[in-house]
């Protein structure tokens, strides 16, 4: 169970903050949910208390898992790429691993995106979710490491310095 100012994280959305638990009669049933604000857009969600983990709310990584996701962003020797791959087969891949919740898949995806970023122009779609898996690890480790998301997107652009292309992971 979570509780009030608890950072959480909600898949695809990010890192968010419980604001208060509220009770709400539903079909005559008294249902307990989860205020949330998510910080990145000041958006609200009720999310069930007794359904939390069903749909992938989580609190914030730990120090040891965010250094160790930001170091896996170093490692390129699982890197696909596109090879055989068409555009909607891996945009659904990506979309499905940013809903996933899980901090690493979130990496993954943003490492992809840079890597083939590096051989070709990225779509206006890849483009979209690059920022959306920047944004999302970003602000989760900057949360995790004690410091700033421009501090995290300073150190991402410092990793992939060899490959990015200027203005694709803006500070």
Do not use: C, H
């Not at 990506?94 to 590096?118: C, F, H, P, T």
């Amino acid at each position: 169970m979570f509780s009030i100012d608890q950072l959480v994280v909600y898949p695809a959305q990010g890192v968010g903050k419980v604001e208060r638990i509220a009770a709400q009669e539903i079909g005559g049933a008294i249902a307990e949910f989860y205020i949330v604000r998510i910080l990145s857009n000041n958006v609200t969600l009720m999310v069930p208390v007794k359904n939390a983990g069903n749909v992938g709310l989580r609190s914030v990584s730990g120090r040891d898992e965010a250094e160790a996701i930001l170091e896996s962003l170093n490692d390129r020797s699982n890197f696909t790429g596109y090879a055989g791959q068409n555009w909607n087969r891996r945009y659904r891949e990506y979309s499905e691993k940013l809903k996933s919740g899980d901090l690493a898949d979130v990496a993954y995806v943003l490492k992809e995106l840079l890597l083939i970023g590096q051989n070709k122009e990225l779509s206006f779609g890849e483009r979209r979710l690059l920022e959306q898996a920047t944004s999302l690890l970003s602000l989760e480790l900057a949360f995790a490491l004690d410091r700033t998301q421009e501090d995290i997107k300073a150190r991402i652009n410092e990793i992939f310095a060899d490959v990015i292309r200027p203005k694709v992971v803006e500070s």
